[in-house]
């Protein structure tokens, strides 16, 4: 079993690092699977997959596919050179046990839609271009695995409202925010949304470091920029 992860994750590198990367995959978001899957040694792990497709491909199959296509998509549009230098540099640092491709493999496998998976891709443009280091690439695969389409919808927002205490708490938890909350008083639970009668008022909120990096990644901006 690692043995094969291993080398599921040897192909995703070799994919990532392929010349022309973009012009390969650009067509290929809403193909049909034949035509994905003739692409075949053009890249690699296309075809490292079909080889363990069955006659008849299940859904999660399909699903993955359209990650790993959304996942190519963001990181082809970085020049090859600067791809390949990430991944040789990343291979060459004793620190990291996993190294980018099968780590990068078995967050795709996790994510549950291909909508995270370019953000993923996205991140991975940022570390081929030196904006972010493989540790922080580590931290943004498990918050996008850890936040919900709403959750990271309310995140690229401008200014934060009241949120529900939920939301913020996951904000908190993974390290986006930091906050102060103050409990509501009776009037204002009254006056509060009906859809969410246990609105909390926040007396204070800002984003972390690893929260600015997390939203600027988002909204595809540079890393180190601020909010006014």
Request: proline letters at 2%.
């Amino acid at each position: 079993m690692e043995k094969g992860i291993n080398l599921a994750g040897e192909t995703l590198e070799a994919s990532v690092a392929k010349d022309k990367l973009y012009e390969i995959i650009g067509g290929l978001a809403d193909s049909t699977l034949e035509k994905i899957l003739d692409v075949g040694d053009a890249v690699p792990i296309f075809s490292y997959i079909a080889k363990g497709l069955k006659a008849t491909i299940a859904v999660r199959d399909a699903v993955f596919l359209e990650k790993v296509i959304a996942f190519l998509s963001e990181i082809g549009k970085v020049p090859t050179s600067a791809r390949q230098k990430m991944i040789e540099k990343i291979q060459q640092d004793t620190q990291y046990r996993q190294k980018f491709g099968k780590f990068s493999l078995l967050y795709l496998d996790r994510l549950n839609d291909e909508f995270k998976a370019g953000y993923l891709g996205r991140a991975a443009q940022y570390l081929s271009r030196g904006e972010i280091t493989y540790d922080f690439y580590q931290r943004f695969a498990h918050i996008m695995d850890n936040l919900t389409e709403t959750d990271l919808l309310e995140l690229t927002e401008k200014t934060f409202l009241n949120f529900g205490r939920n939301t913020f708490h996951s904000f908190e938890s993974l390290g986006l925010m930091t906050i102060t909350l103050k409990i509501p008083t009776e009037a204002e639970r009254k006056s509060a949304s009906k859809m969410n009668p246990h609105i909390v008022q926040v007396s204070h909120r800002r984003l972390t470091d690893w929260g600015q990096w997390t939203k600027n990644i988002l909204l595809d901006r540079p890393v180190h920029a601020t909010d006014l």
